[in-house]
Structures are given as C-alpha cells and as structure tokens.
C-alpha cells in the first residue's frame, strides 16, 4: 500500500571508510538469519535477524498464583540489522534492543550521529547533552532541560569538556522531528523504503559538514577513541616500541588517584625487591625488572604496584602499572594520550593554543624548602613551624565550614606573609592535580566575592597574620597571589605537567586572574636520598 510515509524511530550507524564489505561490518555468528532485500534506488540490501529464545515477559512474576503463564504464553525477542550501500558508504539500521550488537564496534564510524545531529539542529533547539569533564576523566553527566535551549545554558565549558551526545530538533523537517547522536544517530522520522536512499545520503552530507561552520569546533578539541578501535592497535604499537628503546620522552608513571597519605609510606612493585619507593617513577619500575625480562606495554599490563604502609602491608589501593602509565604519542600529525589506561586525539591546533598558554603562566620566585616527608601535610606542618613569619598553617585540619553548597573548603595549605595562598599537592595523574587546581579556585573565588568567607579565613590565622585580610573592601586587583606547588622527583627546573592538567590549570588561571589574583607556579623539588628506595623491615610477629 502507497499513502503517507509513517514516523519511524530508526537508529542509523555509518561503517567507517575502509569498511567496503559488509562481513567487516555484521560479527560472524551473531545473526540467525541472512535475507536479501531488494530497496528502491538501493539496490540489494542485507538483513540481519537474530532471533532470541522464547520466555515469558519477566513482569509476569508479579502475578505468580494468579495467572497461568500459559494463557501468556511466550515470544521471541528479535533484534535486526538492515546494511545498505549508498554515495559509496555502507550504512547499518539496527532494530530492537540487540540490534547494535550484531555489529562489530571497531568498524563503526566514532561520532557520526553527534556530527549529524550538531550540524543538522538549530542551536536554540538542544534538549539533554551528555558531557565528560577532562577535570575527571571518570565522571560524566547528562543534564537535560525542560525546554529548547542554547548549548551554553548546559554549562558546557568548550576548554574542558568533551561532548559526548547531543538531543535537539532539526531545523529541516525532512530530516526528523527529533535526533539523538552519539556514535549512532538516533531520529524519529517520516520514512518508507523508497525515501530512504534520499534519507541516508542527507544525513551523510550532514556528517561530512565541518563543525566550525556551526561553531562547534570547539568539539574537536579533544575526543576519545574506544578500546576496540584499530587506532588503539596503532598506538600501542607505537608506544611499546619507544619502551623497548627506555625511550621515555614524555611518558612517565605518576599516582593515579588521591590518596591517605597518613596511612601511606609508600609503594610496593610486584617482582620486585622488598623495598618501599617513596613515589611511583619509571626508575622505580625499572629497579624491579630483570634484565633477561622484556621491557614493553604488556609487562606494565601485567605488573602491579601498591601503596604499602610501613611494615610492607598493602593498604588502600592497588593498581596495574599500566594504569599509573602516562604518554603522549604522535602519529599522522596529530597528538594522542593516554591517561588512566584510556585514549584521546589532541587537534593539533588545541595543543599549541594550550602549551601556549601554559608558556605563559609565570614560576613563583618563592623558595620553599625541598620535601623529605611522609605526606603534604607533614611537610606544610614543618614549613609553617620553622618560618612563622612567613607561613601560616592553614591545610585541611583548617577547613572552613561555609554555606552556598560549598560545605567544608580548604581555603589554602600555606597563608604567606606577602598574600600568597598557596596551594600543595604530590606530583600524580591529571585527576590528582584537578583537586589542586579545583581547591584554588574555590577558595580564591569565595574570598574576592564573600566577606563573610573572608571573616572566617581572618578567624583561622594566627595573631600576626589577621591584618593582611580586610573584609571590607574586598581585595584589589593584584593584591593576592595563588600559587600551585606541585611536589616532583624529577631534578629538572621545568615543571612538567601531563596534558589534560595543562588544560585544567589554562581554565582555572583565566578564571582566578579574572577575579584579580596573580597566579604561579611552584616546583617543590624532593631531597635526592629521600627519593631512594627503602628496604622493607621483617615483618612483625604476631607473637
């Protein structure tokens, strides 16, 4: 029968290019059936049909001793692929919820329905966006909206934020009333087979659209690139083989997460010596393989590293070498990291626009005495006790209760005489150095806007110290200073900060100097014998 096409909620995926037979596309096996179909304009088209077992509807339990599961009865679950040839691409529409799954990721163009539905809807018209903030590179959000809106009402900051997927309304009814994009493009529109050439071939001009046409190129900036991609092939290649050569320009290993530092002493290799290292390094790593052991990317897979308390005892955490590895790779002209055991493409462009800035950020000429302590507050406690008319002692045992949402903030680690709140982390992962860089502008924020966080700051320091906050007017531009001191192993002079860090400390220094602050940076080195590893003590008895 002919008459008007009827809404259709199709779920659209593009092969990527080098996928030119549809067995690269469709997982041999995952399918019960193979019909060919013949499609107007598409020519022979292939369909998938996987069919799943037949069960009763799982709501049915509710009515367990009321109902007979007979008079129900049982269904199948179907679940299809339809992949059709059109403008010289393969394209995939998959239906019921295991559609997806009789495909094979790795040949699945990334983002293709984010950049159709970026360039196809109106940017007054976005309902959800789902976003992961390179801050946390484990956290991501959705944040919906009960109306059509712009994107910067969704919070996104474009120096920090990776878009992961987008909801809005195209502003051409032909290509839907509704599309969702992510790797798929999901939309709701009026479709039959004999359109769908027509429709296909829209939405791959849509895709091959330049974001910076919509301004959105901001999206490009950074992109994450899934396990299952040949590129990860690639780059791990890459990357073994620099490590095989100990070639170790711009890899290193760091802690990947905040932790107890009161409880830990520090860490433990696998294969290794019963030896503490104070902090996890490449050297550290190196001491613990032997020399008839090859040294590659599978090694620190396999390997584990451990926090340990001073008697030898794995306490808190546990993690692979591989997830402490940090590295950045170049290939094709473009920049790749990894972090926390994931990949990123870097544009070029957002690489030097961010070095460049980071250039700019100037080196505190405080001198602050090297660390030789078992943990940051240590260390502050020592320098504010043996200089108390430059420091005042202000870390977490300080914290200041303070209303708004912001519950308890750490206003600094050390108060200087000269108005410089400074700020003290160990070196670590681009999530540890976010914490320090998030404490920062927290506090700064709340000073310059809040003279009742200002009074209680003046309540927490020290007689000699309580002039140097006025609560009244707030602080002139340039009054106060805040430097970010990161406590580092290496020996060179330049603070070498991995790249997402880099990013998060460009964002937080615009944001603070436009509050007025001067804002540093300080490399807090650690004494040389310090950094030795320790030979581990018997273990106690228990007699």
């Not at 073994?240 to 802690?255: C, G, H, M, V, Y």
């Not at 932790?259 to 290292?277: D, N, Q, R, S, Y």
């Not at 209303?403 to 903030?409: F, H, I, L, T």
Request: glycine share 6%; with cysteine; charged share 25%.
């Amino acid at each position: 029968m002919s008459g008007e096409a009827k809404t259709q909620h199709l779920t659209i995926f593009l092969a990527q290019e080098t996928v030119e037979k549809v067995e690269t596309l469709v997982k041999d096996g995952s399918y019960t059936k193979h019909l060919n179909v013949d499609l107007p304009e598409l020519g022979t088209a292939d369909l998938y049909v996987k069919l799943g077992p037949r069960a009763s509807p799982p709501w049915l339990s509710l009515f367990d001793g009321l109902v007979n599961p007979a008079d129900i009865g049982k269904a199948n679950g179907i679940s299809a692929a339809l992949v059709v040839r059109t403008s010289g691409r393969l394209f995939a529409l998959t239906f019921g919820q295991g559609g997806r799954f009789l495909l094979k990721e790795s040949a699945i163009e990334p983002r293709f329905g984010l950049i159709v539905t970026l360039n196809s809807v109106s940017r007054e018209s976005l309902r959800c966006v789902d976003k992961q903030s390179l801050d946390n590179l484990e956290s991501q959000s959705r944040i919906q909206s009960s109306y059509e809106t712009t994107p910067d009402q969704f919070g996104i900051d474009i120096e920090q934020d990776m878009l992961k997927a987008v909801v809005g309304t195209p502003s051409q009814a032909s290509l839907g009333s509704r599309m969702t994009g992510t790797d798929s493009l999901s939309v709701s529109v009026k479709a039959k087979a004999k359109n769908l050439n027509a429709l296909l071939s829209k939405y791959l001009e849509k895709f091959k659209i330049d974001l910076k046409s919509q301004g959105y190129e901001w999206v490009n900036n950074i992109s994450n690139i899934k396990q299952s991609s040949p590129l990860v092939t690639t780059l791990e290649s890459l990357l073994d083989a620099k490590l095989k050569a100990k070639d170790f320009n711009n890899i290193w290993l760091s802690i990947p997460e905040i932790i107890p530092w009161e409880t830990v002493k520090g860490f433990a290799f696998t294969h290794g010596k019963k030896v503490l290292h104070p902090d996890i390094t490449m050297d550290g790593f190196l001491t613990t393989v032997k020399p008839e052991v090859e040294f590659n990317l599978e090694l620190l897979k396999q390997r584990k590293v451990s926090c340990a308390d001073e008697d030898h005892k794995y306490v808190f955490r546990t993690w692979t070498v591989y997830r402490c590895l940090y590295a950045e790779v170049d290939h094709n002209g473009a920049k790749y990291v990894l972090n926390d055991g994931k990949w990123f493409r870097v544009e070029p462009d957002f690489v030097k626009k961010t070095d460049d800035a980071y250039a700019l950020i100037p080196m505190s000429k405080l001198i602050l005495p090297v660390y030789q302590h078992d943990g940051e507050g240590e260390y502050n406690a020592d320098v504010a006790k043996n200089h108390p008319d430059q420091f005042a002692l202000l870390d977490d045992k300080q914290k200041v209760f303070h209303g708004g949402g912001q519950g308890q903030v750490e206003i600094c680690d050390l108060f200087g005489a000269d108005k410089n709140l400074i700020h003290i982390k160990r070196y670590g992962k681009s999530s540890v150095l976010s914490h320090l860089f998030s404490q920062g502008f927290v506090s700064g924020q709340l000073i310059q806007l809040d003279p009742e966080f200002r009074k209680k700051v003046k309540g927490k320091l020290p007689a000699n110290f309580k002039a140097l906050i006025n609560l009244s007017p707030r602080p002139a531009e340039g009054e106060f200073t805040v430097t970010f001191a990161v406590i580092s192993e290496d020996q060179e002079k330049n603070l070498h900060l991995p790249f997402f860090s880099r990013v998060n400390i460009n964002n937080t220094c615009r944001i603070l100097r436009g509050h007025g602050y001067k804002v540093e940076l300080l490399k807090i080195f650690v004494e040389p014998s310090y950094a030795k590893t320790q030979k581990c003590p018997p273990a106690k008895s228990n007699n």
